[in-house]
């Protein structure tokens, strides 16, 4: 079946450095999700990515999807303490009404 | 609006009971999903629903039972819970399918299986 792999599972980073995770999937993907999980809660939808090559911006949060449409990134530019948590790709490849999850990359902050 | 709730939000229990894990929502949405998060796995996808009425296996559906008779709830049982069923569970919905909707998560229900 389909398998959506992230690394790296873990990141330290000072304050102010920047942050990238990546996302590879086993298969081609119609589109890509990004959700962020806070300590202790639950995962918020981020964006979504549908064409390939596409690129977004959220304020200092950069989404990328592959040409192939089989990876993604999510890049943060000078990360803050807010920005701690584990964040998460989720594609979508053939047929159905599911999503697959990758399996997270946890980031840790330090101020 | 409340957006999704679970109940409960902590449990523990013996191997070979049952419980089941209520999960609702206030949204209208049509789709609804349960998930269990294991470290360094992500989100596994259970079981889930198009509809009232209606639902199917997800990539790990097997030691659970769902059910959704009523649109804003959705059910998911454990007949005889076993140690590896120990998990964190969401439940999450979206208006419609979540390959291409936003999914809208509940807090989380932690199952400790002894």
């Known amino acids: 079946g389909q398998q959506v792999m992230q690394i790296p599972q873990y990141q330290h980073v000072q304050e102010g450095e920047d942050f990238t995770t990546y996302c590879n999937s086993s298969?081609?993907?119609?589109?890509i999700q990004w959700y962020k999980q806070r300590p202790g809660g639950h995962p918020v939808f981020l964006i979504q990515?549908?064409?390939?090559?596409e690129v977004k911006k959220q304020k200092r949060l950069t989404f990328q999807f592959g040409e192939a449409k089989k990876n993604s990134s999510l890049h943060i530019t000078a990360t803050q303490t807010t920005d701690v948590g584990t964040y998460f790709c989720?594609?979508?490849?053939?047929?159905?009404?599911?999503?697959?999850f990758g399996g997270g990359t946890r980031l840790m902050v330090k101020p | 609006n409340a957006g999704v709730t679970q109940t409960p939000k902590f449990r523990v229990l013996k191997t070979g009971q049952s419980m089941t894990l209520l999960c609702a929502q206030d949204?209208?949405?049509?789709?609804m999903y349960w998930y269990r998060q294991d470290p360094g796995m992500g989100l596994r996808l259970i079981h889930y629903?198009?509809?009232?009425?209606?639902?199917a296996k997800g990539e790990v559906p097997d030691g659970y039972n769902v059910s959704r008779l009523k649109k804003q709830n959705f059910l998911l049982g454990l007949e005889s819970a076993a140690p590896s069923q120990t998990s964190v569970y969401f439940c999450a919905s979206s208006r419609t399918s979540g390959r291409t909707d936003t999914q809208y998560f509940g807090p989380g229900t932690r199952l400790t299986v002894l």
């Open positions: 989720a594609g979508a490849g053939g047929a159905g009404n599911m999503l697959t």
């Open positions: 990515l549908v064409k390939s090559g």
């Open positions: 949204m209208n949405h049509e789709y």
């Open positions: 629903s198009v509809g009232e009425g209606t639902t």
């Open positions: 298969t081609t993907l119609s589109n």
